[in-house]
């Protein structure tokens, strides 16, 4: 959003609350692209901090009540996890090694930055993995669910064995609107789903589940099979672990995850199947010159 167009929404709306999801996201493009990921996430973010500021902001530099800005980041600026057992707490210092978690780290400490300098009203909510309805296909749920079912190759980094903490995608909205109605001005919270998986072992349970709920008789039961999955080149500066505890955001808001992965995934799988029009309007076009492109090793 450019600066005139943020600054005219603020002018003709009495706004009480910003919830900035804005921002490029899905670190290949990052590696590819760094650019693009500090324009959006980085610059994108200023612009709407200072819309808001300049709209809420009283003449002693106070600020109207009840306005909050909650800004929506990732448990990936604070890096990789090393030992099982370690968590990431809104206290572990920050750590970004690509240029996406570098720019939402950026985008974090700005909003950091009014809080402490403007004692702008604001929140910061940091979370794990997400998935369900909607998502596009180049994160590796929606990836492995659409390539299985048409019996494409299933491609995975490395060994495969990179750990990520995964919330479904509604828990994540539940925990959102909860720290923008209860969540203490100036503190960050971080909404973990209490599902560490590795990706081979998410890979694992998608084929066994799309199994499970294919009928009888449809085709594409016989697409679906271990024998997709293809090892690739690991990408660049690849974080072996992320895992978040969500205390803080339990004790505080009173948020805590509601629904398991096996009973997520189900609903995810259930969604695409009634929505496979979608998925073949999203995955046409430039998604198959960008697919090739980053998995062809």
Known sequence: MC????????????????????AES???RSIRNPEVFVKTNVLGTLVMLNAAKASWELPDGTFKADKKFLHVSTDEVYGSLEEEG?????????DPHSPYSASK??????VKSYMDTYRFPANITNCSNNYGPYQFPEKLIPLIINNALQGKK?????????????????????????????????????IGGHNEKQNIQIIHIILDTLQEMLPEGDPRKELVSEDLITYVTDRKGHDRRYA????????EVGWEPETMFEEGIRKTIKWFFEHEDWMKNVTS?????Y???MYKG
């Open 154 to 190: 299933l491609p995975v980094y490395g060994d495969g064995k990179n750990v990520r903490d995964w919330l479904y995608v509604e828990d994540h909205a539940k925990g959102i609107d909860m720290v923008q109605e209860k969540g203490r001005l100036f503190e960050t919270y971080n």
């Open 291 to 293: 697919y090739e492109e």
């Open 244 to 251: 978040i505890a969500p205390d803080k955001i339990r004790a």
């Open 86 to 94: 370690e968590y990431f707490y809104e206290t572990t210092p920050y």
């Open 285 to 289: 076009g430039d998604y198959q010159k």
């Open 3 to 22: 600066i005139r167009d943020s600054n005219k929404i603020f002018d003709e709306n009495d706004i009480d609350r910003v919830v900035h999801f804005a």
């Open 105 to 110: 780290a950026s985008s974090d400490l700005l």
């Open 26 to 28: 899905h670190v290949d």
